[in-house]
Structures are given as structure tokens and as C-alpha cells.
């Protein structure tokens, strides 16, 4: 399961799918993908004040003292399409 924590200045996205062996498995290349691309548009296109991310394996932290409406806008895009992931896979658990 991937654990996805949205909270007021962070994202904590974690685990693994199961779906498939680890390196096959389409949801987590899926969130994955979308949650690389948040972080690194957050950090060099948006250049989010205060902001920091931290990868490992299976686990990614954002964290930032404030959003402008530009990253507000990312991050609604990011969350609609790991819902889509969570619908279709059922593989996505949001706390």
C-alpha cells in the first residue's frame, strides 16, 4: 500500500503498490512519476520559498513554510491524479 499524508506545510508519500514485483508494478511507476514531478516543480520551476524535499527509497518528504497560488495549483493537479491511481488500482491510501 502507498501511504500519501497531505498535511498543511507537507507530503509524505510511502510504500510500495504491491501490485506487481517491485520495479513492475504501474501504480507505484505511476505515483512515483507524479510525485517527482511535483517536488521538482515545486523546487526549480515555482521556487517555492522555504522549501525542502527528501527522497530515499520508497519514501519522499516535501516540506515548505508557505504556498503561493502557483504551487497550490501543482499540487491539486499532483492529488487528482493519485486519486485516479487510487480509484483504478486501489492501491493509494490517504491519511
Not at 510504500?15 to 517527482?36: D, F, I, K, N
Not at 515545486?42 to 497560488?69: N, R
Amino acid at each position: 500500500m502507498i501511504s500519501v499524508k497531505v498535511r498543511q506545510n507537507s507530503i509524505e508519500v510511502s510504500g510500495h503498490a504491491g501490485a506487481a514485483p517491485r520495479g513492475q508494478s504501474v501504480p507505484c511507476a505511476g505515483v512515483s512519476a507524479m510525485t517527482w514531478m511535483l517536488g521538482k516543480g515545486l523546487k526549480e520551476i515555482i521556487d517555492l520559498p522555504g522549501f525542502e524535499l527528501s527522497i530515499a527509497d520508497g519514501h519522499v518528504a516535501m516540506h515548505w513554510d508557505q504556498l503561493t497560488q502557483s504551487a497550490e495549483d501543482l499540487i491539486d493537479a499532483w492529488f487528482l491524479g493519485l486519486c485516479d491511481i487510487a480509484e483504478e488500482y486501489g492501491c493509494v491510501e490517504f491519511i
